[in-house]
T-cell receptor, first 115, second 112 residues
Framework: GAGVSQSPRYKVAKRGQDVALRCDPI?????LFWYQQALGQGPEFLTY????????KSGLPSDRFFAERPEGSVSTLKIQRTQQEDSAVYLC?????????????FGSGTQLSVL | DQQVKQNSPSLSVQEGRISILNCDYT??????FLWYKKYPAEGPTFLIS?????DKNEDGRFTVFLNKSAKHLSLHIVPSQPGDSAVYFC???????????FGAGTRLTVKP
């Protein structure tokens, strides 16, 4: 596609609900990243995929957070039993090659509000 | 542990003048630095980068300066245009580390 696409654009969840956030990276991009951006802060790393392999999940804040990219393209970030502190913008980014010296292409994000 | 800091949350400049956005870092392992620009309701977009082996990189109106001894980098925009009004994020990484660290951002407003 022309860019990184994320859906939904906005998600409101009741505390305790499970949510699933989708990311369609740029076609052919090997690397895919998920970031969490709290209000007034910069993006914070959550997890990294190289094709279908999740090579780094050190940024996931708890075991309620789970990400997958089963076919090496579309990725889903799942948050179980959402809490109010999970409220943030979740950004997905992709890059053509591996390694962080490749510039990242970001989606517009999913704004999650947990009530 | 905020390893990348942008201490000015906002900056306002007049059209045609220079905009200087600053960024400080604490991790001496960082060897690659990037600036991203973000418009409302959009994701950040890559603007310019610099490797630690350089002290300056220029791309059109945008120049990034790196002072390794001071652990400081800056983004200069000359001349500033109203379309440059956005939030600018400084980011840093090292080696093949997947964890790119971002600053909190500086909101630039360029007044016509």
């Amino acid at each position: 596609g022309a860019g990184v696409s994320q859906s939904p654009r906005y998600k409101v969840a009741k505390r305790g609900q499970d949510v699933a956030l989708r990311c369609d990276p740029i076609s052919g991009h090997v690397s895919l990243f998920w970031y969490q951006q709290a209000l007034g802060q910069g993006p914070e790393f959550l997890t990294y995929f190289q094709n279908e392999a999740q090579l780094d999940k050190s940024g996931l804040p708890s075991d309620r957070f789970f990400a997958e990219r089963p076919e090496g393209s579309v990725s889903t970030l799942k948050i179980q039993r959402t809490q109010q502190e999970d409220s943030a913008v979740y950004l997905c980014a992709s890059s053509q090659m591996t390694g962080l010296n490749e510039k990242l292409f970001f989606g517009s994000g999913t704004q999650l509000s947990v009530l | 542990d905020q390893q990348v800091k942008q201490n000015s949350p906002s900056l306002s400049v007049q059209e045609g003048r220079i905009s200087i956005l600053n960024c400080d870092y604490t991790n001496s392992m960082f060897d690659y630095f990037l600036w991203y620009k973000k418009y409302p309701a959009e994701g950040p977009t890559f603007l310019i980068s610099i490797s630690s082996i350089k002290d300056k990189n220029e791309d059109g109106r945008f120049t990034v300066f790196l002072n390794k001894s001071a652990k400081h980098l800056s983004l200069h925009i000359v001349p500033s245009q109203p379309g440059d009004s956005a939030v600018y994020f400084c980011a840093a990484t090292w080696g093949n580390n997947n964890d790119m660290r971002f600053g909190a951002g500086t909101r630039l407003t360029v007044k016509p």
